[in-house]
């Protein structure tokens, strides 16, 4: 077994969840799709389900619907993340207003996932700068 299959065959024994925090990005989803197909890894995709849905299908990606997919605009823990971020970055001089506004950015959002276990790890820098990442 090659080095690549040792790490899928690691990767599918460890059964981590991973964000994928640019979900609506083709070469993401593409991965995506094999990833949950392989069964690789439980995943997490940032983005609005309905341009997942459309990309997956005009692509004809058929295991995305096994991805937990989260609207970062909209989404069931939205309010206590909004307070956690603010408690841990008020004494920077954060508002509530930013932290409300920052939990819906996608690389943000993934960070707070995996702090409240919900997540492994994230992915992403498809679209995003490294830096930013």
Do not use: C
Not at 5 to 30: D, F, M, P, Q, S
Not at 41 to 48: E, F, P, S, V
Not at 88 to 108: F, I, N
């Amino acid at each position: 077994m090659g080095l690549l299959g040792k790490i899928r065959a690691n990767a599918k024994k460890l059964n981590k969840t991973i964000v994928l925090a640019e979900g609506t990005e083709e070469r993401t989803l593409k991965a995506a799709d094999f990833v949950l197909k392989e069964e690789i890894a439980k995943l997490i995709l940032l983005g609005d389900p309905a341009v997942i849905h459309e990309k997956a299908a005009e692509w004809t990606l058929n295991h995305l619907s096994e991805a937990i997919i989260i609207n970062p605009k909209d989404h069931p823990d939205k309010m206590a993340f909004t307070g956690q971020l603010y408690e841990l970055r008020r004494a920077k001089g954060l508002t509530m207003e930013q932290a409300s506004r920052l939990v819906e950015d996608p690389l943000y959002l993934a960070t707070l996932l995996i702090r409240n276990g919900k997540a492994d790890g994230e992915v992403a820098g498809a679209e995003n700068n490294t830096g930013d990442v």
